[in-house]
Structure formats: structure tokens, C-alpha cells
């Protein structure tokens, strides 16, 4: 029983040569070990890629370096696919996927489809694969238990305006170019999705053993914020556990999940919305999270459509010319955050955010929410 790398068979010499002209000279030693299957040399190798992917500035990183770890992940997992240690190949996999460069990643792919196969194969056989009860995300929604927990003034201004099967022609002409917000509904009804992902238990079938990045803590401005690598499962555990302190709280946030997990993407559709303009995708992102998550006040340079598949979500949205109001980080990295806590307001600090308008809404299953560029916007499930 074996992975198979067709790419990383046909290129390895060039791709160990141009990581020898980079002063990989010792990860070239190692990793021609670990090509002959040497289970210790694949995991040095890994280690010594993965110090060059942290020795500066994510953007610094020599692009070879990249895909010495993707590299360096496919040999690890190969030595546990062999050794039938199916959910770390899996993990190791993941790992290159995510952190590693694109030269390989059709490997990836192709060997995350054979051990995600396996897997399942061995579930049935423990006869762990059956029937289960389905599993929802969210409780029933109580929407005046709702707004007593969302910041102040909520759902008593102006709303985001909805609807219904808006035409491409109006979308264009009433809100992609005057920048307006818009909630589209009935737009997602033939999406696979809506249906699959309101059942926790689906998403553990198809996903479960697949390790994603993760942020933990109240929002990514918090001093207790950080991010962790954890299994689906792990994560979703995490969130029926319902014991999760403000600084425990977990929030798979803003991941090219469906680049990395291909099944899931094949219960989305892509909206025709977003080639509206002429315009391509530049990402495409995901966000699975409980109460009490948020995602703090900010705008994004790009157009941006959120689409609701399960549960709900209220958000607030500011103009860009309330900008200067919203008084935005000054350090660079953070220029597009707002300094203001919209669940916390000091008034005194921040009094020109008092009588600032403002339109919010509370975005439903099956809607789609158009953010147009510079629109600053809060997030939170309800």
C-alpha cells in the first residue's frame, strides 16, 4: 500500500537542485534519504523546511522553500500510509497543502484522495461508518435573547435592504456601481449545501479527519488571540462542547477551506454575481464558528459577498466616508481595523462613533449579503 507522486517522481532532481542553490544543501542531503523512504530523514527534512518557512516575514519566504515542504510532507506521509497510520498521512498532507507552495500540490491532492479513501474504508470495516442521528449547528433562534447580546443600538436604524432573485442587470446597475449593500435571497436554494451542512455530522463524515488552521479567543484584536492547527472533528467537538470561555473560543475564520478540501466545494455554487464587472474570484473563504465569535469592525479593498449556508448572522456595516470616525489602527499591519469595540464602546476615548449612522441586518440561511469595497463591517452568529 503506497501514495503515489507523479509530479514530485518527475522533479525531484530540478526542484533539489534549485533548493541547493538557495543554501539547502543539508535539506537536499536529507530529503534524497527520505525519497529512498527513510522515515526519520522525511521528518528532518520536514523540520528543516518548515524553520525556513518561520525564519522572517511570511512574504520574505523564497518561494523553493515552500515547496520544500510540501516536498518533505509528501515523503513523511508516504512513510505512514506505508505503515497504515492513516490520520496522520492525512495530516501531513493537510500540512503541505496549507503551508506549502503550488508545484506539488496536485500530489497532495491526489494522495489526501487515496488516504481520505482508506480511512473511510477502514470506518466501514470497524462498522464506525453507519447511520447517525443528524446533528445541528444552532438552537432554536430567539431573537430578543439575540439583541440583548449584540452591540448597542442594534437593528434600530436603517437596515441593509432586501431581495429577492435580484437580476444580474439590477445587481450591476442598483449596487455594484454605486456601492451599496444588498442582501440577495433565493439565489441558494439549489445549492447542495444548504441542505448537507446544517448536519455537524456530514461535515465529520466527509472532512473530519482533515486538519484546518483555527483562531482561538474572542476576535483577532484580542491579547489572548491565537491560532491553532486541529482536525474538523476536533473543532466541531469543540463547538458541541458549549463550554468554551470568551478566550477558548474557536473560529475557523477566513480559510481557503474549499481549495484545500475539494468535496465541500462540490456542494457550493460559485455566485454569478461575482463576475459581475468583469471581475475574477480572489479568494474564496470560509467561516464556521459558534456563538459568540465576532469578527471585529474592518473593510476589505475587494468586492465581498457573504453567503449564509447555516445558522444566522447580524452585521453591521459603515459607509467609508465615516472613516476618520471609526478611527482606524495606525499600524500598518491593522490600518484596515477599527480601534473601537462596537460590544464595548468607551465613548469617552472614541466620542465621534456616538450618533454615527449606521445600517445592520441579520443575514438568514440561503442569503447572500453584497459588501461592496472600503464598507466597514462586524460580524457575529447568532
Known amino acids: 500500500m503506497s501514495l503515489d507522486t507523479p509530479i514530485l517522481d518527475s522533479q525531484l532532481p530540478s526542484l533539489l537542485h534549485q533548493i541547493t542553490e538557495e543554501g539547502g544543501y543539508a ?23 518548515w524553520e525556513q518557512l518561520h525564519s522572517g516575514p511570511w512574504h520574505s519566504v523564497v518561494p523553493i522553500w515552500r515547496d520544500a515542504y510540501s516536498m518533505a510532507c509528501l515523503h513523511v506521509a508516504k512513510c505512514h500510509f506505508r505503515s497504515g497510520e492513516l490520520e496522520q498521512a492525512l495530516r501531513a498532507l493537510d500540512m503541505g497543502l ?33 447511520r447517525h442521528q443528524k446533528v445541528e449547528w444552532y438552537e432554536d433562534f430567539n431573537l430578543a435573547e439575540a439583541t440583548r447580546l449584540l452591540p448597542a443600538k442594534s437593528l434600530s436604524r436603517k437596515t441593509v435592504v432586501k431581495k429577492c432573485g435580484l437580476s444580474l442587470e439590477g445587481f450591476l446597475r442598483e449596487h455594484f456601481v454605486p456601492s451599496l449593500p444588498v442582501i440577495i435571497s433565493g439565489s441558494m436554494n439549489h445549492w447542495p449545501a444548504t441542505d448537507r451542512w446544517s448536519d455537524m455530522n456530514y461535515i465529520k463524515k466527509v472532512a473530519g479527519f482533515r486538519t484546518v488552521p483555527v483562531e482561538v479567543g474572542r476576535n483577532y484584536l484580542s491579547s489572548d488571540w491565537k491560532q491553532e492547527l486541529i482536525t474538523i472533528s476536533e473543532f ?84 467609508p466616508s465615516s472613516s476618520e470616525e471609526l478611527y482606524p489602527h495606525t499600524e500598518t499591519m491593522l490600518c484596515n481595523s477599527s480601534q473601537v469595540d462596537l460590544d464595548n464602546i468607551d465613548e469617552e476615548e472614541f466620542p465621534k462613533i456616538s450618533d454615527l449612522g449606521f445600517m445592520d441586518c441579520i443575514l438568514e440561511e440561503g442569503e447572500m449579503l453584497y459588501i461592496p469595497p472600503k464598507w466597514w463591517h462586524y460580524v457575529a452568529p447568532l
Not at 28 to 40: E, F, N, P, Q
Request: some cysteine; overall charge neutral; charged content about 20%.
Open 236 to 319: 466541531l467537538e469543540r463547538i458541541q462542547s458549549g463550554h468554551c470561555s470568551p478566550a477558548s473560543t474557536t473560529y475557523l475564520a477566513q480559510h481557503q477551506l474549499f481549495d484545500q478540501i475539494q468535496v465541500l466545494k462540490q456542494d457550493i455554487v460559485i455566485p454569478d454575481y461575482c463576475f459581475v464587472g468583469g471581475g475574477e474570484i480572489r479568494s474564496l473563504n470560509a467561516w464556521f464558528g459558534p456563538l459568540g465569535t465576532v469578527t471585529p469592525l474592518h473593510h476589505d479593498p475587494h468586492h465581498n459577498i457573504l453567503a449564509q449556508v447555516a445558522g444566522k448572522k447580524y452585521i453591521r456595516l459603515y459607509s
Open 27 to 49: 535539506f537536499t542531503s536529507i530529503a534524497t534519504r527520505a525519497a529512498a523512504g527513510d522515515t526519520r530523514a522525511a521528518e528532518a527534512a520536514r523540520e528543516l523546511a
Open 98 to 130: 496549507i503551508m506549502g507552495g503550488f508545484t506539488l500540490r496536485d500530489d497532495l491532492n491526489l494522495c489526501i484522495r487515496k488516504a481520505t479513501q482508506a480511512l473511510r474504508d477502514k470506518d466501514s470495516g470497524d462498522d464506525r461508518g453507519g
